[in-house]
């Protein structure tokens, strides 16, 4: 673990608003290190007051978001996650309950929220975006999905999917982070693991009416991410605020899978007749197998949890407090 405890401040008074990073050194394919000292250099070119708190260890992520969400506290600060998805859905489980202001920079293999928040993909054009929000006072609110007593921004997931999260990370300490040994490591996933799973599910809230269901599953996904869902073609661009996309994949043959993946490429999963989607605000999951009754293995953005049945799926009623600038309108077809 490495704190930067010391608060690197133009001389005089400062009008920034300080930024707190909590830097997740593992995250990517980037050098941390390398990237860590391009960021400081930017910033006192920019006179931008900061601190970083990087990470090394999980372990030791919550006791550096604490300070983080502290000493940001103390000033009118900006809390920020440097890293991949979960890095920034664990850092933002913080701010949200603080009710502080929350900058991304992507370090991650996919970036999801960055991408689907029209943030910059570089470290680097992230916090000159970042810098200038700041200066300028942008913020916007941004939708966030809870499951139980904890937050997710992109999606999350039970069945086959964390068992999928679990082979990749496997596969790139063996190989490397990049999306090509992710994509490798989700057919590897596809052969070697068999998910069945029974499910009650009741949800309300969408187009829908109320309604509960049992359903025999592989796979249930629940995406908060539009940008995500407009990929796999079960969301219209501009479509469905306040709502979470669900999905449920029943168990098939491996052809079967190999088939609905290559339609969730193409951006035309919402017409597969082989699984149930539906948009809801509230959906609860209940498994009725007795080996899962008592925990359920989840994915949250990338990193898988055990959690107690039932699952209570729902959108937050406070958003996260994003420093970014405002997005742009969508270009007028004339």
């Known amino acids: 673990m490495t704190l930067s405890s010391n608060l690197h401040e ?6 920034r608003r300080a930024l707190f990073i909590v830097m997740n050194a593992g995250s990517g394919r980037r050098n941390a290190s390398a990237t860590k000292q391009r960021m400081a250099s930017l910033m006192q070119q920019h006179q931008q007051p900061h601190a ?18 502290r000493r940001a506290g103390a000033c009118n600060g900006i809390v920020v996650a440097a890293g991949g998805d979960g890095t920034i859905r664990t850092v933002a489980q913080r701010v949200l309950g603080a009710g502080l202001s929350f900058g991304v920079l992507p370090m991650g293999t996919f970036n999801y929220f960055a991408r689907d928040n029209d943030l910059p993909q570089d470290p680097l ?74 499910l009650r599910i009741e949800h309300s809230g969408g187009q829908e009416a109320h309604d509960a269901d049992v359903l025999h599953a592989c796979t249930l996904f629940v995406g908060n991410n539009t940008l995500q869902l407009q990929d796999v073609g079960l969301l219209d661009a501009g479509e469905a605020a306040q709502q979470l996309a669900v999905l449920v994949m029943p168990p098939a ?16 999963l919402s017409g597969s007749e082989n699984i149930t989607h ?22 949250m953005d990338g990193e898988t949890a055990w959690m107690k049945p039932p699952l209570a799926f729902h959108v937050s009623r406070r958003p996260l407090r994003l420093v970014a600038p405002p997005r742009q309108p969508a270009a007028q077809v004339e």
């Open 278 to 299: 539906l948009r809801c605000a509230r959906l609860i999951v209940e498994p009725l197998a007795r080996a899962q009754r008592r925990q359920v293995k989840v994915a």
């Open 253 to 268: 043959p491996l052809f079967q899978h190999i088939v609905l993946a290559l339609r969730a490429m193409a951006g035309r």
């Open 10 to 15: 133009a001389a005089g008074t400062n009008p």
């Open 125 to 198: 054009a992230a916090l000159e975006t970042l810098m200038a929000s700041a200066q300028a006072g942008q913020e916007r609110p941004v939708q966030v999905g809870q499951l139980n007593d904890q937050i997710f921004l992109v999606n999350a997931s039970i069945g086959l999917y964390p068992q999928l999260l679990e082979d990749r990370e496997a596969m790139k300490r063996r190989f490397g982070r990049s999306r090509l040994v992710a994509l490798w490591a989700a057919l590897v996933s596809l052969v070697q693991r068999r998910t069945d799973m029974l």
């Open 52 to 69: 970083f708190l990087a990470c090394r260890h999980p372990r030791h992520l919550p006791d550096l978001i604490e300070e983080a969400v």
